[in-house]
């Protein structure tokens, strides 16, 4: 799969793909975010963990553009802005999917992962209206795309079920290939597992792994269980209050007597 307008000179795997600084954001009187800087490697399963209100989603939404911060920069494949607009995020090739399913209950699964094309056709208007040989061809090339991701995330018996009547587990997998539809370089997962059974967990985990290993999409995910935190994430950022509590790998954020006491609750002496 290729990637939605890489840059051709942007980071190789390992480099800083994405960094965030000094973000702060409010709504009023309510500080969602407080001077948070971290970054994210290109290649990497990167998590966002805090209980709740802890501004995770503030976090993803302030890295897609959907909320513009008062003060701070994100610098994406080293272009430094301070506020990003949805579109603009999308055609860059950073793409989201969202803690509520935001799919077209009515529409088939192979349709809702067309929609998710959306941001890379280039539409003639001309050749578009006579569906002239351009058109056509750019019509073929969408739905082979779509059809690769249907084999990928293992969907066929299910492409043109209304995804209203989809179990939870299939509707949030649609979901994500709606995401890889757009063929983006920095996936934004946000809850991905809530809600599932411990199957749909275990095949949702693989499906997150199967994508970075195979199309080397840097991943951001926030996650409430830690389990599946520790498991598939590089590093791990804890938020709490709006503020970062650590920052690490999994196995020096899980030992960190701040994370214990914050998200955890257990003590410790
Ligand atoms: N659009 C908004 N308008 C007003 N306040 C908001 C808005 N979005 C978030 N907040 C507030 O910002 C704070 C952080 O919320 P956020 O949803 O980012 O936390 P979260 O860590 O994602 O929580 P959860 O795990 O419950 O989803 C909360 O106090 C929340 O009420």
Redesign the pocket.
Known sequence: MSQAEASPAGPAPGEVLLKVDNISLS?GG?R?LTNISFDVMKGEIRAII?P???????MLNVINGFYHPQEGTITYKGETRRKMKPHQAARTGIARTF?NIALFKGMSALENIMTGRNTVMAHNPFTAAVYLGPAKRSEIHHREVCERIIDFLEIEAIRKTPVGRLPYGLQKRVELGRALAAEPEMLLLDEPMAGMNLEEKEDMCRFILDVNEEFGTTMVL?EHDMGVVMDISDRVVV?DY?RKLADGPPDQVRNDPDVIDAYLGVAHD
């Open positions: 709504f309510v969602a805090g709740n209100g802890a501004g995770k989603s503030s803690q926030i938020l709006g």
